[in-house]
C-alpha cells in the first residue's frame, strides 16, 4: 500500500473504504488528513500515528489510553471516533471530520465578544463535565485542541495526554507532568499530585481568557518567568471585560485547587447560564439499534444473531467490551415488561428514563455516570427477552443500579420464576453473581 503521507499528490484508498486527501494538520507523533468513506461519501480525518515513533518514544501505552477514552465518549461537543485501523507500521484513527478546522485561527484573526465566547465556552464546560463524570480528564485543553463544525459547534479533540480515574495513585492523584506552558495549572508546576478535574477547569479558564481578551492571561518570552505569574495568579483583565464576567474568572483562574470553581458550580454561575441550553440523554448521539415503531418478534435467525460465532450459547453468555450487560426470559407481555422497567428506573433516585417507542427503555444516571438501554423482543405468545446494555458510563455504578434496584423489582413483579429460567434454560449474562 502506498505511504499516506503521499496522498496529496496521489489518490490513496486506505483498506478498500477511505479515499485520502489533502493533509490537515500534524504534530510531534501523528499526521492528520483529509479522507471519504467511499461507501456513504461521509467525510472523516485520518489520524496517522507512526508505530516506529511511538515505540522509539514509549509513547505507545498513551495511544492505547487515547483510543481507549475516546471508544467510551459519545457527546456532541467531543470529536467522534468511528473506528480505528491498523497495519504493521501504522495506526489509523477514523475521526468524526470539524469542518470548521481549529478555534484558534479564528480567535487569531479578531476576539469574540463576551456572548459568542460564551457560547463556546458553555459547550466547553458540557464536554469536560461529561468527560469528568466518567472518570476522564483531557490535561491539555486548549484553543488548538478545540475544533469547529460546519454549524460553528465546538468539537473537543485529541485525547493524547488524556487520563482516567484508574490512573490516580494512592493519594488518589495524578502524577504525570503533562499539558501546554501556557495553559497549564500551577499545582502541576508545584511537581505535586494534581485533580484532574481541577487542571481541567484552570485550563478552560485561561481559554475563556483568550476568546474574549484575544491574548494569554500568562504569558512572556522567557518561561520560567511566565510559569511564576501562573503559580501566583498574576494576570490582568482588559477594560472591556464585564464586572461579571472578571468575577467568574477569578474563580476558574483561582491558584488554590481547593478553592477553585467546579462544573457543577460554574453550571449554576449567572454570567454562565444566559442562553445555556443543558445537552441530555436524548442529544448525545449513541448509536442505539433501532427496531422501528413495533416490538419486534424473534425468529431463529434473530436468535442466532444474538450469539457470538454463531455459537448459540453465546445467547446468555458475556456481552463483550462495550456491551456491557444481559439477556433474560420473562413471562409476560413486552408492552407490561416496558411499564414495568419504567416504574422501577421512576422509583429509583438519580436516574433518568426515557421510553423509547414501543419496544424499549433509555436509562442515564443523573450526572451522566452511566447510559444504559433496556429492549423487549417476544419469543413466543407468553414468553419474552429482556435485554439490557450498558452503552457508556462506570459499569460499577450500573451493576448496581440493574442488580440491586431494578432486575429484582421487574422479576418479583412478573410472572417469571427462578424455577421459569431454569426451564428455558435462560442464564444472567453480566452484572450478576
Not at 491498523?86 to 470548521?100: H, P, Q, R, S, V
Not at 444473531?305 to 450487560?325: A, I, M
Request: with cysteine; aromatic share 10%.
Amino acid at each position: 500500500m502506498p505511504e499516506i503521507e503521499q496522498a496529496a499528490a496521489e489518490s490513496t484508498v486506505l483498506f478498500e473504504k477511505y479515499e485520502v486527501g489533502r493533509l490537515l494538520g500534524c504534530g510531534a507523533f501523528a499526521k492528520v488528513y483529509h479522507a471519504r468513506n467511499t461507501s456513504t461519501g461521509q467525510s472523516v480525518a485520518v489520524k496517522v500515528v507512526s508505530k516506529k515513533k511511538l515505540a522509539a518514544t514509549g509513547m505507545a501505552s498513551n495511544v492505547k489510553r487515547e483510543i481507549a477514552i475516546m471508544s467510551r465518549l459519545h457527546h456532541p461537543n467531543i470529536v467522534k471516533l468511528h473506528e480505528v485501523l491498523a497495519t504493521k507500521t501504522k495506526i489509523y484513527f477514523i475521526l468524526e471530520f470539524a469542518k470548521g478546522g481549529e478555534l484558534f485561527a479564528r480567535i487569531a484573526k479578531s476576539r469574540f465578544g463576551e456572548d459568542l465566547a460564551r457560547r463556546f465556552f458553555q459547550q466547553l464546560i458540557s464536554a469536560v463535565g461529561y468527560c469528568h463524570a466518567r472518570g476522564v480528564f483531557h490535561r491539555d485543553l486548549k484553543p488548538e485542541n478545540l475544533l469547529l463544525d460546519e454549524q460553528a459547534n465546538l468539537k473537543v479533540s485529541d485525547f493524547g495526554l488524556g487520563a482516567v480515574k484508574e490512573q490516580m495513585e494512592v493519594d488518589g492523584m495524578l502524577h504525570t507532568l503533562c499539558g501546554t506552558p501556557a495553559y497549564v495549572a500551577p499545582e502541576i508546576l508545584a511537581k505535586k499530585g494534581y485533580d484532574g478535574a481541577k487542571v481541567d477547569v484552570w485550563s478552560c479558564g485561561v481559554i475563556l481568557f483568550v476568546l474574549v481578551a484575544g491574548y494569554l492571561p500568562f504569558n512572556d518570552p522567557n518561561l520560567m518567568v511566565m510559569y511564576r505569574k501562573i503559580y501566583k495568579g498574576e494576570y490582568r483583565c482588559p477594560r472591556w471585560f464585564s464586572t461579571e464576567l472578571r468575577r467568574f474568572l477569578a474563580r476558574l483562574l483561582d491558584t488554590n485547587p481547593e478553592k477553585r470553581i467546579t462544573v457543577d458550580e460554574i453550571l449554576k454561575e449567572e454570567w454562565f447560564k444566559k442562553g445555556y441550553k443543558e445537552v441530555t440523554f436524548g442529544d448525545l448521539g449513541l448509536e442505539w439499534k433501532s427496531e422501528g415503531d413495533d416490538v419486534k418478534d424473534l425468529n431463529a435467525f434473530d436468535i442466532i444473531s444474538f450469539s457470538t460465532g454463531l455459537n448459540l450459547s453465546g445467547l446468555f453468555d458475556s456481552l463483550k467490551e462495550v456491551e456491557e450487560g444481559e439477556r433474560f426470559l420473562l413471562k409476560e407481555s413486552p408492552e407490561k415488561v416496558v411499564e414495568k422497567v419504567v416504574a422501577a428506573a421512576a422509583s429509583v433516585e438519580g436516574i433518568i428514563v426515557r421510553r423509547r417507542k414501543q419496544c424499549g427503555v433509555e436509562l442515564e444516571g443523573c450526572d451522566g455516570n452511566f447510559a444504559a438501554l433496556v429492549e423487549v423482543y417476544r419469543l413466543s405468545a407468553e414468553l419474552v427477552v429482556v435485554e439490557v446494555r450498558r452503552r457508556d458510563g462506570n459499569g460499577g455504578v450500573f451493576r448496581d443500579v440493574w442488580s440491586n434496584k431494578l432486575r429484582p423489582y421487574l422479576c418479583a413483579a412478573s410472572s417469571s420464576t427462578t424455577s421459569d429460567r431454569e426451564e428455558t434454560g435462560a442464564q444472567p449474562v453480566a452484572g450478576e453473581s
